[in-house]
């Protein structure tokens, strides 16, 4: 299903952008994704998480692939173009090994979560280095399995600091300004925190990972509401990874051990889900397959190639409000899969 009708939304599948990769073209595990502010508007930044090590070669530390990708979407297949690649595996400064989130502020900074360093690194937006900041933990400003990052108007910094099951926020140099949350199941307590995310009133979700919840809080960390209960039903969650929310207040969940996005109203009432439409291969797919005639002879043999165009453990998705286009990291299919949110989409008539 290419278009999606549901609850006066129209949901309709754009494009992928991706490919296997360890540099360039293409994807090496992608967890998290960005989209630029002002000028940037239409590049989209990705954290590629790689692989360790090569498999079997125990004294190669060398992770593949490891690195943030900057890159502009285009608005249909073929328009998508790699602008650079910046830091790589290691615990120098500039370097990641787990990076899990990425944001950007209103200057163009970009900032990575790493949850193996416990630190944050920032950058501009051409990738050059500038400084990084958080010590490992459990005290106040501390940090012990940063994930998901989101941004504030102020350019306030709201982290899901995972393994402490709690929500932190600093400002942009890293001063501790509040926590809240706690190991457990209750309202406001969390478990495994992932994605975090804002809505135009300053309201922030937070995908309760173990919890297979989503919950809402203030800006200071009160509790407002939670939506989403253990299972595989509609409306229901298999530990949540991102989150995001458009400008219409619709709540956006990869629901990651499910397979799926679904997509929730601002109360937290069910709306749709989305399972992946990736119909057609991405524009730097197709010249991987064109280029071994072994691969398109294969891809003919196929009986069942729908099982391709789904998601496979989406972990971060972002709503590019300058597009009113919603970006999911389909992160086992190494690609993006973009979705257009229509406003005006006027149902086909009957002509026969």
Known sequence: MQTQIAAGRVFDFSHAVGRSAASGTGFRVPVAVATGTGDGAGVAYVVNRGYEMVPNVGWNRTALGVRITKLVLGGVSGEEEIVTEFSKYGDAPGQVIWPAGVAVDSQGRVYVTDEWLNRISVFDGDGNFLKCWGDSGNGDGELDGPSGIVIDSQDDLYISDTRNHRVQKFTKDGTSLAAWGGYGSGEGQLDSPWGIALDSDGYLYVADHMNHRVQKF?????????????????????????????????????????????????????????????????????????????????????????????????????????????????????????YNKLKDYTVPSRTI
């Open 218 to 338: 203030t800006p200071a960390g009160e509790f407002t509401a939670s939506f989403g209960s253990p299972g595989t039903g509609r409306g229901e969650l298999g530990r949540p990874s991102g989150v995001a929310v458009d400008s219409d207040g619709d709540v956006y969940v990869c629901d990651w051990s499910n397979d799926r996005v679904q997509v929730f109203g601002s109360d937290g009432r069910f709306v749709a889900t989305l399972q992946g439409d990736a119909y057609e291969l991405s524009h730097w797919a197709k010249m991987t397959v064109a280029a071994n005639p072994d691969a398109v002879r294969r891809r003919r043999e196929v009986k069942n190639p729908q099982v391709e165009w789904r998601f496979s453990l989406p972990s971060d998705l972002v709503f590019d409000t300058a597009h009113q286009r919603l970006v999911v990291v389909d992160t086992q299919r190494m690609r993006l899969q973009i």
